[in-house]
């Protein structure tokens, strides 16, 4: 892959999801130079995005216009052209939320593991437990954003053609870290999409060790590449030192 189909591929961990699981609300619109999403029964800014922009700015109202009322997010990819639009954000009331790196690894070397800890694919209800529970003491989900996790896991496992899944870590039967990953539609890509270790676990290569589990299944099915968007100060460093390369920079504004 070159650069430019690598970025493309850090982008699309955004919108390639299994065609069938996508609800009926959720339009997308994809062209080589816009891509955006929007859910008709969310007004999430994470529902409805702009991912890809490289239009004009004279079209910036066209595409906010689709969104109607709606409150949204523009991930605006950084370059020496993108202040422009970045201005013009901001002047329609669009705040800098957030930047995240597009960090990507090609997958030709065999990857190792770092931790003694026993780590294992979430496959029985258990396990679903599992994962959900170690995610929620680390993020703080509440009572009702627990049982919405368990329900969607659990639902996703027993989709037939799924592309993703979910790793547990556990210290014997204690679960102390967890990750989530998908595949592109088309195989070659491995989009890393969610991992934590509780905090008084942390500094013990346990977070390596489930990327580097991931790399691993991901090399033996043919994978090229492994992807993510990763937020400033969360996972970054640790993908750096586990050899992937920043190929973009990715600021979130957001309109409420």
Not at 105 to 129: H, M, P, W
Not at 162 to 181: E, M, V
Not at 214 to 228: D, F, H, P, S, T
Request: some cysteine.
């Amino acid at each position: 892959m070159d650069e430019e189909q690598i970025i493309r591929a850090i982008e699309a961990i955004q919108w390639d999801y299994e065609e069938a699981l996508v609800p009926e609300s959720i339009h997308y619109i994809q062209n080589d130079d816009l891509v955006m999403i929007k859910n008709n029964k969310s007004a999430s800014v994470y529902a409805n995005k702009v991912v890809r922009y490289h239009r004009s700015v004279q079209e910036v109202k066209d595409v906010i216009a689709y969104f109607g009322g709606s409150p949204l997010s523009w991930w605006v990819r950084s370059s020496s052209d993108s202040s422009e639009l970045e201005k013009h954000l901001l002047t329609l009331g669009f705040q800098h939320y957030d930047t995240y790196r597009g960090l990507a690894k090609k997958l030709t070397e065999e990857e190792a593991a770092i931790s003694d800890f026993t780590y294992r694919e979430v496959n029985t209800e258990e396990d679903v437990q599992a994962h959900v529970e170690v995610a929620a003491k680390i993020w703080g989900y509440d009572d009702e954003a627990i049982q919405a996790a368990v329900t969607e896991r659990a639902s996703y496992l027993q989709f037939p053609d799924r592309r993703g899944g979910f790793t547990i870590a556990l210290d014997n039967n204690k679960p102390i870290g967890y990750s989530n990953y998908r595949y592109s539609k088309d195989g070659k890509v491995l989009y890393l999409n969610g991992a934590g270790v509780l905090p008084e676990y942390r500094g013990k290569g346990i977070y390596r060790s489930l990327l580097a589990d991931r790399l691993i299944e991901a090399r033996k099915r043919g994978c090229e590449l492994a992807v993510m968007q990763a937020r400033i100060g969360t996972s970054e460093p640790i993908l750096r030192k586990s050899g992937f390369r920043e190929y973009a920079t990715y600021k979130q504004y957001v309109r409420e």
